[in-house]
C-alpha cells in the first residue's frame, strides 16, 4: 500500500471551511483514498473515499488531484465536534481490506 | 444503527495476568479485525478473520496473544501473560466482506487496556 504524509496538526475557526491535505506519490491505479477520524477516546469513524473522481457525502468532500498524488478532504462547515484525528489511508482494491493507519492530522477546531 | 460492541470498555491487569476482550461485530458482517492502538499512534492490525477463519494474523505476537471466533460471529482476543507493553486500546472492526472494495469498516469503541 502506498504511503500517506500528513501534516502533524492543523487549526481551524469554527464555522469554517477545514481543508485537510494529504500527500500519496507513489499511489497506483487500483488503490483507493480512505479518510476515517478519530475523536478522542473513541474508535475511528468512516468519513470517505474515493478512487479518481471527486466524492461527496453527508460528513465532507474529497478532491483528488488530477494525477492522483494528493488529495484534500473538505469539512465544509467545522465544529467544535469535527476536533478529531484525521487519518488519510490508501488500500489496494485486491488488499484483504486492512487499514494501515498512520499518525494522522490532528484538527483543532477552534470557538 | 447498528454498531460494533466491545467489552468492557476499560480493564486495569497487573503484569503476568491473563486478560480477554470480547467483541460482537454488525449483524450479517463477516469479516472481523482486531487492532492495537498504543497512545499517541495510528491502530495496528492485530488479526483479520473472514467467518471462523484467520485471514491474516501476521503481526498478532503468537507467544501471548489468541484469538478466536468459533461460529464465525463474535470473537475474542485474548493476552496471557500480559506485559506493561501491552498497554494500548484495542479495536474491533467488522465489514461486510473483504472482497467488497468499497465497503467499509466499522469500529468499536474499543477496550482501553492498563498493565501495571
Known amino acids: 500500500d502506498a504511503k500517506t504524509t500528513q501534516p502533524t496538526s492543523m487549526d481551524c475557526a469554527e464555522g469554517r471551511a477545514a481543508n485537510l491535505p494529504c500527500n500519496h506519490s507513489?499511489?497506483?491505479?487500483?488503490?483507493?483514498v480512505y479518510w476515517y477520524r478519530q475523536i478522542h477516546s473513541q474508535g475511528p469513524q468512516y468519513i470517505i473515499h474515493g478512487l479518481k473522481n471527486n466524492e461527496t457525502n453527508e460528513m465532507a468532500s474529497l478532491i483528488i488531484t488530477e494525477d492522483r498524488k494528493s488529495s484534500t478532504l473538505i469539512l465544509p462547515h467545522a465544529t467544535l465536534r469535527d476536533t478529531a484525528v484525521y487519518y488519510c489511508i490508501v488500500t489496494k482494491s485486491s488488499n484483504t481490506g486492512k487499514l494501515i493507519f498512520g499518525q494522522g492530522t490532528t484538527l483543532q477546531v477552534k470557538p | 444503527e447498528a454498531e460494533v460492541a466491545q467489552s468492557p470498555r476499560y480493564k486495569i491487569t497487573e503484569k503476568s495476568q491473563a486478560v480477554a476482550f470480547w467483541c460482537d461485530p454488525i449483524s450479517g458482517h463477516a469479516t472481523l479485525y482486531w487492532y492495537r492502538q498504543i497512545l499517541g499512534q495510528g491502530p495496528e492490525l492485530l488479526v483479520q478473520f473472514q467467518d471462523e477463519s484467520v485471514v491474516d494474523d501476521s503481526q498478532l505476537p503468537k507467544d501471548r496473544f489468541s484469538a478466536e471466533r468459533l461460529k464465525g460471529v463474535d470473537s475474542t482476543l485474548k493476552i496471557q501473560p500480559a506485559e506493561l507493553g501491552d498497554s494500548a486500546m484495542y479495536l474491533c472492526?467488522?465489514?461486510?466482506?473483504?472482497?467488497?472494495?468499497?465497503?467499509?469498516?466499522?469500529f468499536g469503541p474499543g477496550t482501553r487496556l492498563t498493565v501495571l
Open positions: 472492526a467488522s465489514r461486510t466482506h473483504w472482497g467488497k472494495v468499497t465497503d467499509t469498516q466499522y
Open positions: 507513489t499511489i497506483s491505479g487500483n488503490e483507493y
